[in-house]
């Protein structure tokens, strides 16, 4: 049913650009902070960019500088711009989706969810 689904991926030349999309539905976009992830062959998939619902941004090291991150809450769509990509930034990229607030019926309860998207692929030749 609902899912996040990304686009943008392919194949680029070292010190080439991309730029990531991933769609959400509103009831998960308008709810969550976003975030994309990347795994490479035989990594533990880490954190590269993420932004709140208020659009406060946080970077790896590794990217900054050379990634941005930012959303567009009228098409419901985070976006991942990847500049100067190096070999090293090659890997599955993952959307990620998280919310957390209180209960409309209980200030005392927490509403949490948790949503990936499937991937895109980022390879980097030189």
């Known amino acids: 049913q609902e899912q996040l689904v990304e686009s943008g991926g392919g194949l680029v030349q070292a010190g080439g650009s991309l730029r990531l999309s991933c769609a959400a539905p509103?009831?998960?976009?308008?709810?969550?902070?976003m975030a994309w992830y990347r795994q490479a062959p035989g990594k533990e998939r880490e954190l590269v960019a993420e932004?709140?619902?208020?659009?406060?941004?946080n970077y790896a090291d590794s990217v900054k500088g050379r990634f941005s991150i930012s959303r567009d809450s009228a098409k419901n769509t985070v976006h991942l711009r990847m500049d100067n990509l190096k070999p090293e930034d090659a890997a599955v990229y993952y959307c990620y989706a998280h919310s957390l607030e209180p209960d409309a019926r209980s200030s005392m309860r927490m509403n949490e969810h948790h949503y990936w998207g499937q991937g895109t692929q980022v390879t980097v030749s030189s």
């Open positions: 932004i709140s619902k208020s659009g406060s941004t």
């Open positions: 509103e009831s998960i976009f308008r709810r969550s902070d």
